[in-house]
């Protein structure tokens, strides 16, 4: 069973950054498909960035957030940038298989298997 731990929360203002860290427990990010999500009170989850073979962005982020990996740390990074008030949620990174990017929708909750138990992020005005 995949076990992810998302890390680097916090509080900033408005026109700040901050970079969340995904590390796994017997996983390895390699080749697989990995993603960033977020969770607003009373809002449901939404994709936020995906990273297989590619990037992926949701229109709400783009220009502003980076997913990457750091394959010999295994780790996986969200850095954003100019972080607004309506980007204050629950992030939470989550990994599947290829072949789920490859025939789903890579910023859709429904594609990922293991999910991480989030990290705070609110951003002030």
């Known amino acids: 069973q995949v076990q992810l731990v998302e890390s680097g929360g916090g509080s900033v203002e408005a026109g700040g950054s901050l970079r969340l860290s995904c590390t796994a427990n017997g996983y390895s990010f390699g080749a697989n498909c990995v993603g960033w999500f977020r969770q607003a009170p009373g809002k449901e989850r939404e994709g936020v960035a995906a990273?297989?073979?590619?990037?992926r962005y949701a229109d709400s982020v783009k220009g502003r957030f980076t997913i990457s990996q750091d394959s010999d740390k295994n780790t996986v990074y969200l850095q954003m940038n100019n972080l607004r008030p309506e980007d204050t949620a629950m992030y939470y990174c989550a990994a599947s298989t290829p072949a789920s990017c490859v025939f789903n929708n890579a910023l859709m909750t429904s594609t990922y298997r293991g999910w991480g138990q989030g990290t705070q992020v609110t951003v002030s005005s």
């Open positions: 990273l297989y073979r590619s990037t």
